[in-house]
């Protein structure tokens, strides 16, 4: 179940069962597909997070439908008819993306921090990290930067007390239960254990993101040497 | 037929109306800060409301015009000086070439708009002219340096207008105070997370005075108040945020998002902005103080929809004065 909210006079949010939960978040992306599909050009973003999904629209153009009865109730509605269609309950089968990770110790700025705290081995670490799929429940933070879970509890750590200045593209990280990997050169407080080759985003392609909310992704741990082949990160 | 940033300023960009329609992969909207001011700047200017313009902060850029061109500023008033002549604001100024466009102080506002007639010459990056300048990617793909060139779209010849003069000043103008010194207020409606707040917190962001910090820039205003309390801890999972957007950070202060914001957050929403007065609230400086005051979602609307209404009638009237000039010049 949900409620919807306002967000200011341009913008109405979906808010689901305030939980991080796999099935509610596939039911999340039923939804947005139906709202994806019912798509009006009043519509600027739709934008799927853990347990909501947040609509922007054209206050203009929903004016100039709805007359004089107000946009947000006409919105609110025009998500109700959306959502309570049954049509087309497409299963979306989603492959499983592979994300080649290099866990080697040049890149894995707290592999060693982690392990001692939670007291477990740096290999058994790193098998934890690639043996589960994660499920992304979000894209935000960074263009491309995708929230995945849920990481073994053996393998969960708090985000780091203060950020780190600079991360490299491609760093591949551990936030409480969450992993996600950075996009873009930038600062962060994730706890870093490899680097993916992969340039997760390309603002020159027409895709420019590798990983879309709702994909299932598998790391593939890599060497030191396969990594050198396969970087696509500009040097 | 261009421009050339002969002294850089200290955040001048090209900007449009937004890059919407790719939140969902974490890229933000970007856009003018003051869509009210951009585009009016184009309205003055004979182009359509979305046309990117030069976007800029104090100090702004100082420019020099290769190409003769029809050009407005709109937004702050930056003291803008054509060669060695004042020049208003809101006002539509044929500029010949081989004049320095110039910006001396800063007499009111934040931020200042430049169009030109038929637009600049920038990249559109999925769907956008907007410059993004985190991926340095839209517009020119990056913020005006010394030495940037910009070009027009068209080559024009202002001659019979300008004759031997450097600049002609139109004699019309639009005013433009109603978007932004009517009253001191700057009004909200609730936010998801409003009831976070406890009593006196809710009491205190309407009867409190707050002012713009100096921790303000395209991605968002942090505000100087009294500590906001919360009523009860609330653990909060990310969700999508909006231009307007009034965020409660863990220290019990206030940020406020704007244009370059990121797409989510994972802090309280207490509250956001309304459309109406975004533009007013864009154009505060650090230091400026002003009051926060809650209406509701109808009358949210309703303003907006007078902005609207104001920017339509603008756009008209510029029509037709513009075509009483081309008239009164043949």
Known sequence: MYKIFSLGDSAICIQYEQVISQTLHANIINDYEKLLTEKFDFVKDIIPAYCSISIIYDFEKVKFISKKKSAFSFIKNWVLNCLQKTITPKIITREIKEIPVCYHKTFALDTENISANKNISIQELIELHYSKTYHVFMIGFLPGFPYMGLVDEKISFPRLNSPRNFLEAGSVGIAGFQTGIYPLNSPGGWNIIGKTPLQIFNPNLSNPCLINSGDQIKFVPISLSEFNQLNQHEH | ?330
């Open chain 2, 1 to 330: 037929m261009s421009i050339k940033i002969i002294k850089a300023g200290v955040l001048s960009s090209v900007q449009d109306g937004g890059r919407y329609g790719y939140q969902h992969l974490g890229i933000n909207p970007c856009g003018a800060m003051d869509k009210v001011a951009a585009a009016i700047s184009n309205f003055l200017v004979g182009n359509d409301a979305s046309e990117a313009v030069i976007e800029s902060h104090f100090p702004a850029s100082q420019l020099f015009f290769e190409q003769d061109a029809l050009v407005a500023l709109t937004g702050a008033d930056f003291g803008a000086m054509i060669n060695d002549k004042l020049i208003p604001i809101n006002n539509p100024i044929f500029i010949s070439r081989n004049t320095v466009l110039q910006f001396t102080k800063p007499l009111f506002g934040a931020i200042s708009y430049l169009a030109v007639g038929g637009g600049f010459n920038s990249e559109n990056w999925l769907n956008s002219n907007s410059t993004d300048i985190k991926i340095l990617k839209g517009g020119i793909q990056n913020i005006l340096k010394k030495n940037t060139i910009i070009t027009f779209k068209n080559k024009v010849c202002f001659i019979k207008f300008l004759q031997n003069n450097d600049s002609l000043i139109l004699k019309y103008s639009v005013n433009s105070k109603n978007f932004y010194t009517k009253n001191n207020f700057i009004r909200f409606v609730e936010g998801i997370e409003y009831d976070v707040l406890n009593i006196n917190s809710k009491h205190n962001l309407e009867n409190q005075n707050f002012s713009v910090s100096s921790k303000n820039d395209r991605m968002g205003y942090h505000l100087i108040g009294k500590i906001l309390n919360k009523e009860f801890e609330l653990e909060m999972i990310s969700s999508a945020v909006t231009k307007g957007t009034i965020q409660l950070l863990p220290n019990g202060k206030i940020i406020v998002l704007m244009s370059d914001h990121q797409t989510t957050g994972g802090y309280p929403q207490i509250a956001n902005i309304i459309s109406a007065d975004l533009p007013k609230f864009a154009q505060l400086k650090s230091g400026d103080s002003f009051y926060f005051k809650k209406i509701n979602i109808e009358e949210a609307e309703e303003l907006h929809e007078k902005i609207l209404l104001e920017l339509k009638n603008i756009k008209n009237a510029c029509l037709l004065k513009w075509q009483e000039t081309q008239k009164s010049f043949s």
